[in-house]
Each structure stands twice: as structure tokens, then as C-alpha cells.
């Protein structure tokens, strides 16, 4: 199966999350998100596997966040998709997706359960 991380190499939780991917010797493709954002379509499908909406993806810290007046509850899921691709320093990291699967490494907990449970499969 192929496993994909979208990846930031300033990020501890990313590296870490690779590292755990690399210790398994699995194949991976690297994503850096920064510089190669996905489309809103990929993105879409990214939610969808991890179940989440979203609000949840997003890092509301990040000042585009409030210059962009992402915490109106007005904005549906499109738009809010639409302004993760463009600014991507918004997308939480690490995603990691084997499959028809994904996890948020946040904490890297999810990643490991995930590895466990597509190795079970």
C-alpha cells in the first residue's frame, strides 16, 4: 500500500513521524506541503479519511487565520478547504495516509496506532 506524509522538516512531530515510517522500511512518499500544497480535492479526500471537518485541521494560531476571518462560522467547508491550500501554513502536521487510511500526528500516537492497525489488516 502506499504511504504518503505530508511533511514540514522543521517540525519535531513531522520528523518524528517520519522517522517511524522509515523504522518500519516502508516506501514513502514525502509530501512537503509548504512548497507543494494539495489541490482541494486532495485535500478533501484527506479529511475525509481522517474524519475530521475542516475547522479541525486547521493551525488557528497562524496569523492568516485571523487576517482571513477563518473563525467565522459562516464559512462552509469549501471555503475553508479553499483557504488551507492557500496558505498552507495552516494545514496541521504530520497527515499520514496508507490506503484508504490517515492520521493527524498529533499526537504521534495516532500515526503508531494507525501503522498497528494497517499491519494487522
Known amino acids: 500500500m502506499k504511504t504518503t506524509i505530508y511533511h ?6 513531522s520528523r518524528g513521524a517520519l522517522q517511524m515510517l522509515k523504522d518500519r522500511h516502508l516506501e514513502v512518499e514525502i509530501i512537503e506541503y509548504l512548497k ?4 482541494e480535492q486532495e485535500l478533501d ?16 494560531k497562524e496569523a492568516p487565520y485571523k487576517a482571513k476571518g477563518l473563525n467565522d462560522k459562516g464559512l462552509d467547508r469549501a471555503a ?6 492557500e496558505d498552507p501554513i495552516l494545514i496541521e502536521r504530520p497527515i499520514v495516509s496508507i490506503g484508504d487510511k ?20
Do not use: F, H, Q, Y
Open 8 to 13: 514540514n522538516p522543521r517540525c519535531s512531530k
Open 36 to 39: 507543494n500544497p494539495p489541490s
Open 80 to 85: 475553508l478547504i479553499r483557504a488551507m491550500v
Open 45 to 60: 479526500r484527506i479529511l475525509t479519511k481522517l474524519g475530521m471537518e475542516p475547522r479541525e485541521l486547521m493551525r488557528r
Open 102 to 121: 490517515a492520521a493527524l500526528g498529533r499526537p504521534l500516537d495516532n500515526v503508531a496506532r494507525m501503522l498497528e492497525e494497517t499491519a494487522e489488516n
